[in-house]
């Protein structure tokens, strides 16, 4: 079955960075798009960044452009979201998923918390 399984989040000062990591087991790893979608306090989940099949393109909400970025290691099965230049308004559980916002979400890990203050 699928898992996804975040780590790397933590507690950093505004202008600080971050690499979330989400290793996946369970699927054809370099065959799926896979995606970063944060959700802050109160509000809905949003998706952040997306990588499309083999890393052959990648998309990013308007709000992390130019500050994020995400690949992957097909090798390792693994996503990366580099963080840089955060903000407190980045703040939020984020969370790896198989799919993107176009076509829906399907696996979900279990996220992992970013803390910008």
């Known amino acids: 079955h699928v898992q996804l399984v975040e780590s790397g989040g933590g507690s950093v000062q505004a202008g600080g960075s971050l690499r979330l990591s989400c290793a996946a087991s369970?699927?054809?790893?370099?065959?799926?798009?896979m995606s970063w979608v944060r959700q802050a306090p109160g509000k809905e989940r949003v998706g952040v960044a997306g990588?499309?099949?083999?890393?052959?393109?990648?998309v990013y909400a308007d709000s992390v452009k130019g500050r994020f970025t995400i690949s992957q290691d097909n090798a390792k099965s693994t996503v990366y979201l580099q963080m840089n230049s955060l903000k407190s308004e980045d703040t939020a559980l984020y969370y790896c998923?198989?799919?993107?916002?176009?076509?829906?979400?399907?696996?979900w890990g279990q996220g992992t918390q970013v803390t910008v203050s």
């Open positions: 998923a198989t799919g993107d916002a176009f076509d829906g979400y399907e696996s």
């Open positions: 369970g699927f054809t790893f370099s065959t799926y798009c």
């Open positions: 990588i499309y099949t083999g890393g052959s393109s990648t």
